[in-house]
């Protein structure tokens, strides 16, 4: 095994030590090897893949359809971004739209998400400085929203809510309550927080003027998201390359000044904001019921539909587990493109074709099948730009799928950000990255 470099280029008076994995600010999944003059650090080394799983090479050997949950293990804070950005990916490649109730829904989970993201960063972060009490502040918070998100998509953070085409399934009945609520309440929160940090001199001591990168130097690594935008460069993909409904949203789109942990800090901070202002807006674009509809996918064919113990007036009764994704909502839900859609469930239960069809939709080598070609999409992400690149050599699998993680390109500039400075600067620095396993590794 070779040697690292940094071990063949210490200095022979400085002293290595290792931080990570198993120290509690890595979260086990990243080792920072360090050299140091007393707690000056003169030199670092990151080591990632400590959480790496395969995913581009898994989801090259599962079809278009199947590989959708392995998505959500990427951020698995925000994962309903992640299930977005691969179903939009395939959607430009299949050339395929989305009902407007789709879109608006995609929006709002979206929203959800990114505040959730947010929060999830900047309590691991003030709590790794010493300020416990902003983590249960902002974890109280979260839990209002991971409850708005299981009161439609049934779980908390493996959804697989959003699907090529549309949405799993219509929202929660009284989503809007529990939307509502959330909304209030994580209001409070960042106000709360907002005065514990904001002018808080051991919190100031610890990220102001620390971490600094240049615009110069964020963009040659590739950053995006909240940390370039702490910068001062207002890149957001919702702006620059407008998806869904984003362009008749009101939003903005926070910029910091000097680059450093503080302004990382704020960015996300009143991103939030900008966050709940935009669920408050797609909110009241979202109609109150689905339209109901009966035209998608096959149509019952009355001969064959009931089996001869049924009486032809008997309605289908459908698990509890498909609640709002009955055949008369999915107009509105999912596109009517045959090609994508799994058959209704009162089709496959009650009618040879529905049957058949579900069964050819699963079936290898048939399926979603778009044609050859490749394409590439992003939407923003929790963390910054998440992009899909996808090569179709014509059959029910990805010939390649390329994930860009954002995460990755913002942890690569963090030997540049903690050199020369102190042992106890990688933590806040580290945590201003929001660093998440899944999305870093793959």
């Keep these: 095994m070779e040697t690292p470099r940094i071990q063949r280029d210490a200095r022979p008076e400085s002293m290595l ?53 392995y998505t959500d293990r990427l951020n698995y804070v925000s994962p309903l971004i992640n299930n977005l950005g691969y179903a939009m990916t395939m959607e430009k490649m299949l050339g395929v739209g989305v009902p407007e109730r789709a879109q608006l829904i995609r929006v709002l989970m979206s929203e959800l998400s990114r505040v959730s993201d947010h929060l999830t960063c900047l309590a691991a972060m003030a709590m790794e400085c010493g300020a416990f009490t902003v983590f249960l502040y902002m974890m109280k918070a979260r839990e209002f929203l991971w409850d708005t998100i299981e009161f439609t998509a049934g779980a908390r953070m493996t959804t697989s809510y959003i699907r090529i085409g549309g949405v799993r399934a219509d929202l929660h009945p009284d989503w809007r309550g529990s939307l509502a609520t959330a909304v209030r309440e994580t209001r409070k929160v960042l106000k709360d927080v907002s005065g514990l940090l904001d002018e808080n001199s051991i919190f100031l001591g610890r990220t102001r003027g620390v971490g600094v990168i240049s615009k110069e130097d964020a963009l040659s690594y590739g950053w995006t998201g909240p940390c370039l935008r702490s910068t001062g460069i207002p890149y957001d993909v919702r702006k620059a390359s407008p998806y869904l409904v984003y362009d008749r949203l009101a939003f903005e789109v926070p910029v910091g000044e000097f680059g450093d942990n503080y302004d990382r800090y704020s960015v996300r901070m009143r991103e939030m904001g900008q966050s709940l202002r ?7 674009l979202i109609p109150d019921a689905a339209p109901l509809t009966g035209s998608l996918g096959l149509e019952p064919a009355e001969a064959i539909r009931r089996s001869r113990r049924q009486r032809p007036d008997e309605r289908v009764h459908l698990s509890p587990n498909l609640e709002g994704s009955e055949k008369e909502r999915l107009g509105g839900l999912m596109t009517s493109d045959g090609r994508v859609g799994v058959p209704p469930k009162e ?10 069809g579900h069964f050819l939709f699963f079936m290898s080598g048939k399926g979603i099948r778009p044609p050859k070609g490749d394409v590439y999409f992003s939407v923003e992400g929790g963390n910054g730009e998440v992009g899909f690149y996808i090569v179709s050599d014509g059959t029910d699998r990805p010939y390649r799928l390329h994930l860009r993680a954002p995460c990755f390109h913002i942890v690569a500039a963090l030997e540049q950000l903690i050199k020369g400075r102190l042992i106890a600067d990688v933590i806040p620095t580290f945590g201003s990255m929001n660093m998440i396993g899944g999305e870093l590794d793959r």
Aim: with cysteine; charged share 20%; aromatic share 8%.
């Design 17 to 69: 030590i290792n931080m990570g994995p198993s120290h509690p600010a890595m979260h086990g999944t990243i080792r920072i090897m360090l050299e140091l003059d007393a707690e000056r650090i003169l030199n670092a080394e990151v080591e990632v893949g400590y959480l790496h799983r395969g995913f581009e090479k898994t989801c090259e050997n599962k079809t278009f359809f199947n590989l959708l949950p």
């Design 278 to 284: 935009l669920l408050e807006q797609v909110a009241a």
């Design 347 to 356: 089709d496959t239960y009650t009618t040879m074709e529905g049957l058949i």
